[in-house]
């Protein structure tokens, strides 16, 4: 068995992408996709934070620390990145004009409800924009690990956690596989295996009921 690596999930995700497109890239894995745009291909990331147009994650030696996206992650710009106000950019979000966003979870439900910003008990930084993206944001897409460390499934019948949103999720790229949700009220599909992952493995490691014909 070979999972997907931090990476190739992301640059799986990137695939996703289409030319012209406005996308919105949550913290973690999905900042990893900037690094995965297929050449040639014009797509402008959009920030919470008011800026539009990022470019690569930076290396080491390319770090400004006063650039950072709104998860406080150092990024980069481009030459025709622009600047504004935290209230424009939920506006721009709030209105339908982000075609994409990838985001991290800690679980998603079989029905694409998502919860990605708290485990109770724990200290958190509060909802962020996560709430606004999946409620004005076109397409969902999430990228995770497909089980929590201490093994269990994080694609769950009903999500434990409080809600993101509910039936929001389109798509989620783990380490082992591709889901896809036709439509909401659909269950979840298979589309896509890692190398060597075996349909046996994804059933025994999924609370969730998916569609695997």
């Known amino acids: ?23 919105n890239l949550g913290i973690g894995i999905p900042t ?4 995965n ?3 040639g291909m014009t797509v402008t990331l ?9 470019g690569p994650f930076p290396y080491e030696d390319e770090v400004d620390a006063d650039l950072i996206n709104a998860g406080k992650q150092t990024i980069s710009a481009l030459p025709s990145s622009t600047f504004f106000s935290s209230a424009d950019s939920f506006a721009m979000i709030r209105g339908g004009h982000i075609d994409l966003t990838i985001l991290g979870a800690l679980e998603v439900s079989e029905e694409g409800d998502l919860a990605n910003w708290m485990i109770p008990g724990k200290m958190i930084k509060g909802m962020g924009g996560a709430m606004d993206l999946v409620a004005g944001v076109k397409q ?6 497909h089980v929590s460390k201490d093994g269990s499934p994080k694609i769950r019948k009903q999500c434990g956690l409080p809600l993101t949103g509910k039936s929001v999720v389109d798509m989620v790229i783990t380490d082992l596989c591709v889901l896809q949700r ?11 295996l ?3 992952v075996t349909l046996d493995e994804i059933l025994a490691k999924t609370e969730a009921d998916i569609v695997t014909g």
């Open 32 to 35: 990893l996709v900037a690094n």
């Open 140 to 145: 969902v897409i999430v990228t995770m690990d």
């Open 1 to 23: 068995m070979m999972p997907w690596d931090r990476n190739q999930i992301a640059a799986r995700a990137a695939k996703e992408l289409q030319d012209g497109y406005y996308v």
């Open 182 to 192: 036709p439509s909401a009220g659909e269950l979840f599909r298979l589309t896509e």
């Open 46 to 54: 959009q920030s919470e934070n008011g800026m539009l147009g990022i």
């Open 194 to 196: 890692a190398d060597g």
């Open 37 to 39: 745009i297929p050449d």
